[in-house]
């Protein structure tokens, strides 16, 4: 019965790999995110779709790639992985794209060697 | 764009004392979310302020919205082991949800 789930929980890869992360949400929310949070815990917005439409597009190199296939969905595709993009990368959904508590999942730990 | 300045970045305290975290904008905030990140976990939201000068207190934890709404703060009462973990405060906009996160303060609790 998780709430925002996020597969895989870590991913190690090798630079320029093409690589995919998947998040579900069984709450029911209109609205779901993508953060990156960096070795310093920093939490930056990354995306942002509500039904299926992105809202949210923050200043992300263009390697990075959201979908969202209806909205219980969210996946993150990223092209030619660079050492840099070795973060933890957090989905989470909230009931709609007004100022909501967000609900987050538990992570996918990101290392590019 | 808006930006929260969240201090101390960091805070060992012993068990039993108390813990304040604090936030601080230069602009009016519309409201303030805080959220918990236990070591090796994901943010957890705690609550949310909306009004100027609110005060909402969750058994030892107690939050508060300036008066001005440029301020926020979280004070812990008598810490716990079970305290530990970094604590976020988080400015979001009203239009897309979009949360921009303070630097995080992070507890240590020594028993």
């Known amino acids: 019965d998780t709430a925002v789930s996020q597969t895989p929980k870590y991913l190690v890869t090798q630079m320029g790999n093409d690589k995919s992360i998947k998040c579900e949400q069984n709450l029911g929310h209109d609205t779901m995110y993508w953060y990156k949070q960096d070795s310093k815990k920093f939490l930056k917005i990354m995306f942002s779709y509500n039904n299926k439409e992105l809202i949210i597009n923050e200043t992300v190199p263009n390697r990075f790639s959201p979908k969202s296939p209806d909205k219980a969905h969210l996946n993150l595709h990223i092209n030619s992985l660079e050492l840099g993009d070795s973060a933890v990368y957090f989905c989470a959904s909230s009931h709609d794209h007004r100022a909501y508590e967000q609900y987050f999942g538990p992570g996918t730990r990101l290392t590019v060697t | 764009g808006q930006q929260v300045m969240q201090i101390p970045q960091y805070q060992h305290v012993q068990e039993g004392e108390d813990f304040t975290t604090y936030c601080n904008s230069s602009t009016t905030l519309s409201n303030i979310q805080w959220y918990k990140q236990r070591p090796g976990g994901h943010p957890v939201f705690l609550i949310q302020?909306?009004?100027?000068?609110e005060v909402k207190k969750q058994k030892r934890l107690t939050f508060q919205f300036g008066e001005a709404k440029k301020n926020s703060s979280l004070h812990i009462t008598a810490t716990q082991t079970t305290d530990v973990g970094t604590y976020f405060c988080a400015l979001s906009s009203s239009n897309t949800g979009k949360l921009i996160f303070g630097q995080g303060t992070t507890l240590q609790v020594k028993p």
């Open positions: 302020l909306v009004k100027s000068g």
